[in-house]
């Protein structure tokens, strides 16, 4: 079982940075690939970002691949995205999600745990 809570999501102007963290509540962080995913209004929740459950890969959508970066902490059972030159298009909720095992999937399917979610607006 795993609870996910995301945060530093906020508004911030087009061309900016932010970094959004997510913290796991499991006790055995290290069987999890962790992702983001997410979801602009009208339109369906997309994969973002992934990283695999050593940190040794990772994988990014083509819509961030250049401007994201996500890494993992294990000590603090922690998820992290940065992302800069963002655009008003980045605007989403951008959700944290679990995957228990050695995958690193891109499928919402694939994923058994989500937090809540964090807003991300840019502003143009």
């Known amino acids: 079982q795993v609870q996910l809570v995301e945060s530093g999501g906020g508004l911030v102007q087009a061309g900016g940075s932010l970094r959004l963290t997510c913290v796991a509540d499991t006790r055995v962080f290290s069987m999890y690939g962790l992702g983001w995913f997410r979801q602009a209004p009208g339109k369906e929740r997309e994969f973002v970002a992934g990283?695999?459950?050593?940190?040794?890969?990772?994988e990014y959508s083509e819509s961030v691949k250049g401007r994201a970066t996500i890494s993992r902490d294990s000590a603090k059972k922690t998820v992290y995205m940065e992302m800069n030159s963002l655009k008003p298009e980045d605007t989403a909720v951008y959700y944290c999600?679990?995957?228990?095992?050695?995958?690193?999937?891109?499928?919402?399917?694939?994923?058994?745990?989500w937090g809540r979610g964090t807003q991300v607006t840019v502003s143009s």
């Open positions: 999600a679990a995957e228990e095992g050695f995958a690193l999937s891109k499928t919402e399917t694939s994923y058994e745990y």
């Open positions: 990283i695999n459950w050593s940190g040794s890969a990772r």
